[in-house]
C-alpha cells in the first residue's frame, strides 16, 4: 500500500484541509463582533450618523463572515464519525462536557441575539439592540473557550482516568482552567483580535484611497489600527508564554521549531535558513544569540534539548517509535506563524504614527468633511501621492496578513504534536475508523474540497460585493429608533424588518 495513499495520511488531509478552511472564519467572527458591537455603542453614546453608517455596514460583512463559518464548522462534526471513530471512542467522555457547554450556552448566545439583533432594528430600543450584539459577542468568546479548552487537553490531557481503554473525565474545571488553556485562549483571542484589526484597516484604506466614505472610513481605519497595534503587542505576549508552556509540556515541538538537532546552552533563535532542515545539516541560518533559551525557559543561558536526546527520552517512556514530528512543517510554520503575525503589526505602528492627530490632516488640505485624509510626515506638509499610495496598497494587503499566521499556527499546533493525536496518550495512527477505506477517505475528501472551493468563490464574491457597496445611506427611521419594545408601528404583531 503506497503510504501517501494510506486511510490514515488521507484522512489526515482531509481534517487539516477542513480546519484550515472554517478557521478562516472564525478569527474574523470573534473580532468583528465585539468591533461592531463597540461601533453601535458609540452610536448610541453619541447619535452620530458616522457611527451608526460603520456599524451597518461591518455588520453586514460579519453576517457574510458568521453564516460561513457555521457552515464550514458542521462539517468537521461529520469527520469524528466517518474518518475518526476510535478518536470519538476514547475522548467522547472528556469532550462531551465542553462541547455540550459550547452548544447549550455559547451557541445558544449567538444564534438567538443575532437574531434579534438582525431583524430588530425597528423593533427594539437602541440600547437593546445594541446589548443584543455584546451578547452576540460574548458568545463568540465562550465558543472559543470551551472548543479551545478540548484542543488543549489534546494538547495536555489532565482531569481524567482510563477505564477500558477508553479516558473517562473525572475534574471538569481542571480541564478548563489549566495553564494549557487559558494561555491558549489568550493567544487565540488576540490573534483574532489582530485579524479583525488588519481586516478593518485593509478595507478602509481601499475606500480612502478612492476618496470614498471618507467619515465612516476614517473612524474604521483609526479604530482598526488601534485595535491591529493593541492585539499585535498582546499577541506578542501570549506566544511568549504559549511558547514557555509548549516547552514545559512538549518538549519535541520547540525543538522541532527550532530544527535544533542537538542540545545546546544557550540555544540561539534562526529568523531565517536555508539548507536541509530535516537532516540536521548544511543548515545556514540567521540566528538571534541566547533567544531560543529566553524563549523557551525565560533563561538567556538555558539548555534546550535537541531533537535526537528529545526523540530518545520519549522512547525511554513511550516504547520504541520515532516522535518526530514533520521538521520542515514544524520550522517554516513556527515562522510564517510570526513573520506574517509581525508584519501587520508593524503595519498597523506605522499607521498610527502616520495618521496621529495633529498630523491626520496637514493645514489647508481638507476643504470639506468629504475630501480625504491625507497622511503627512511633518506638521503642514503632506506626504506625496507616491508614498501615500504606497500605504494605501500595503494595508489593503495586511488584510490577509493575519489569515495566513491563523492558518500556520494551527498547521505548527496540530502538526507539531505528531506521531499523538491525544499526547502521550493516544498516537494517531490508533484514532483513525478501521472500516473506512482509501477509496471513501479519497471519495469524502475531494467531495469536501470542492465544495470549500466552491463556498470560496461565494464568499469572495459577496465580500467584494458589498466592500465596494460601501456604508449605507441613513433613512430617517434609521436615525429614530423606537423607544419601546415592538417598535413605533401600533400593530405589535407586525414581524419585524429584514435588516439587510
Known amino acids: 500500500m503506497d503510504l501517501a495513499l494510506a486511510p490514515e495520511t488521507l484522512a489526515r488531509w482531509q481534517f487539516g484541509i477542513t480546519t484550515v478552511y472554517h478557521f478562516l472564519f472564525v478569527p474574523l467572527t470573534i473580532s468583528l463582533a465585539a468591533l461592531v458591537a463597540g461601533l453601535e455603542t458609540a452610536w448610541v453614546r453619541t447619535g452620530r450618523d458616522k457611527y451608526l453608517r460603520a456599524t451597518k455596514f461591518w455588520g453586514k460583512l460579519f453576517l457574510i463572515n458568521i453564516a460561513m463559518g457555521v457552515v464550514t464548522g458542521i ?29 447549550l450556552i455559547a451557541f445558544f448566545f449567538e444564534s438567538t441575539f443575532i437574531g434579534l439583533w438582525i431583524f430588530g432594528w425597528d423593533k427594539l430600543p437602541k440600547k437593546i439592540h445594541c446589548a443584543c450584539m455584546w451578547m452576540v459577542s460574548i458568545g463568540t468568546m465562550l465558543s472559543a473557550y470551551f472548543i479551545l479548552a478540548a484542543n488543549s487537553w489534546m494538547q495536555h490531557p489532565v482531569g481524567y482516568r482510563m477505564n477500558n481503554g477508553r479516558a473517562e473525565l473525572t475534574d471538569f474545571w481542571r480541564v478548563l482552567s489549566q495553564d494549557t488553556t487559558l494561555v491558549v485562549v489568550f493567544h487565540t483571542l488576540t490573534a483574532a483580535f489582530l485579524t479583525g484589526g488588519a481586516f478593518m484597516v485593509g478595507i478602509a484604506a481601499f475606500h480612502l484611497a478612492r476618496k470614498k466614505h471618507v467619515p465612516v472610513m476614517r473612524t474604521s481605519l483609526r479604530v482598526g489600527l488601534i485595535t491591529l497595534v493593541v492585539a499585535g503587542a498582546l499577541t506578542a505576549v501570549s506566544g511568549d508564554q504559549l511558547a514557555k508552556v509548549m516547552f514545559r509540556q512538549q518538549p519535541m515541538k520547540m525543538a522541532a521549531a527550532e530544527a535544533l538537532w542537538d542540545s545546546e546552552a544557550p540555544a540561539p533563535f534562526s529568523l531565517f535558513a536555508y539548507g536541509d532542515v530535516d537532516e540536521g545539516h548544511n543548515k545556514v541560518a540567521i540566528e538571534i544569540p ?12 538555558s539548555e534546550v534539548p535537541g531533537i535526537n536526546d528529545v526523540n530518545k527520552a520519549e522512547q525511554e517512556r513511550f516504547g520504541p517509535g520515532d516522535y518526530r514530528p514533520s521538521i520542515p512543517v514544524a520550522y517554516w510554520g513556527f515562522r510564517w506563524m510570526i513573520g506574517f503575525g509581525m508584519a501587520s503589526f508593524a503595519i498597523g505602528l506605522a499607521g498610527l504614527w502616520l495618521t496621529r492627530k495633529k498630523f491626520w490632516l496637514a493645514p489647508g488640505l481638507r476643504t470639506s468633511e468629504e475630501e480625504p485624509p491625507r497622511l503627512a510626515l511633518t ?28 492558518s500556520w499556527g494551527w498547521i505548527f499546533t496540530e502538526m507539531g504534536r505528531q506521531p499523538w493525536v491525544v499526547y502521550g496518550v493516544l498516537r494517531t495512527s490508533d484514532a483513525v475508523s478501521p472500516g473506512v477505506s482509501q477509496g471513501e477517505v479519497l471519495t469524502s475528501m475531494i467531495v469536501f474540497t470542492a465544495l470549500y472551493a466552491i463556498l470560496a468563490v461565494i464568499e469572495v464574491k459577496l465580500l467584494v460585493k458589498y466592500v465596494k457597496a460601501g456604508p449605507p445611506e441613513l433613512t430617517d427611521s434609521d436615525r429614530n429608533p423606537p423607544t419601546r419594545i415592538g417598535g413605533h408601528d401600533a400593530d405589535a404583531d407586525k414581524p419585524m424588518a429584514f435588516s439587510y
Open 75 to 103: 462539517v468537521q462534526e461529520f469527520q469524528f464519525g466517518m474518518n475518526w471513530s476510535d478518536y470519538s471512542r476514547f475522548v467522547g467522555d472528556v469532550f462531551g462536557a465542553p462541547l455540550a457547554f459550547e452548544a
Open 379 to 406: 506638521k503642514g506638509r503632506a506626504l506625496g501621492p507616491r508614498l501615500t499610495g504606497w500605504y494605501w496598497r500595503i494595508a489593503l494587503l495586511t488584510t490577509g496578513f493575519p489569515l495566513i499566521a491563523n
Open 290 to 301: 541566547t533567544a531560543l533559551s529566553f524563549l523557551a525557559n525565560g533563561d538567556f543561558s
